[in-house]
């Protein structure tokens, strides 16, 4: 079954969640004031609604109750932050991200029910360092403490060689998720694909078993 989310507000962050979770195959519900957003982004999601995320009635009449998960986006009106948060959470909805613009928003978020706070430009801010540091990976995203998803590019020796061949989770502990190649991202990759130049994988695994693959050489 596939996984439902709401994505209450659209700028860039919320934008780009909305997007990339669609990638994914999940069906994607967004939520926001501004027509112009909505139109942009109609055609790559689920739902695209116009609405204020405020108002009870709006989220009441969307059946967010039903989703996995809501993302509460939308962090420059802080009341309205707080208020998509609380009744997202009285809509019965599992789990709810919310987006901070400082420490005293996230406690409130915090206090009022959110299950995860976050802080994109403060977090954006460790990532681009990480990133600069990490070799052949592209792009990091830490799941916990201890495990990450990274996007890294296909190795020149890795080139017509499959993923059996390959054998990452035998020899380093990490799990091939899926396989990106230009706009195309495949969920269930081939094993016995032979991979090619331009081919980036998404792995994921601890943070001590990617750093040895990172090291890796040949």
Not at 168 to 187: F, Q, S, T
Request: overall charge negative; some cysteine; aromatic content about 4%.
């Amino acid at each position: 079954m596939k996984k439902g989310f709401a994505v209450l507000g659209l700028g860039r962050f919320g934008t780009s969640v909305a997007i990339h979770l669609a990638e994914t195959g999940a069906e994607v519900m967004v939520v926001d004031k501004d027509e112009n957003n909505i139109h942009e982004i109609a055609d790559l999601v689920t739902y695209a609604v116009q609405g204020d995320i405020s108002e009870p009635e709006t989220l009441k009449s969307l059946g967010i109750g039903n989703l996995d998960a809501v993302i509460v986006a939308s962090a420059g009106n802080i009341e309205a932050s707080v208020m998509a948060t609380i009744l997202a959470k009285e809509q019965g909805v599992p789990y709810v991200m919310a987006k901070a613009q400082n420490e005293i928003h996230g406690k409130i978020l915090e206090k009022v029910g959110a299950d995860s706070v976050i802080y994109p430009e403060k977090e954006m801010g460790a990532r681009v360092a990480r990133n600069l540091t990490v070799g052949n990976f592209i792009d990091l995203f830490e799941l916990s403490s201890k495990v990450s998803m990274v996007e890294m590019i296909v190795k020149p020796e890795w080139e017509g060689k499959t993923l059996i061949e390959l054998d990452l989770r035998g020899r380093y502990g990490v799990n091939v998720v899926a396989v990106k190649c230009e706009n195309d991202l495949d969920v269930s990759p081939a094993p016995t694909e032979a991979l090619h130049q331009g081919m980036h994988l998404l792995l994921t695994g601890y943070n001590h078993d990617l750093k040895k693959l990172m090291q890796v050489k040949s």
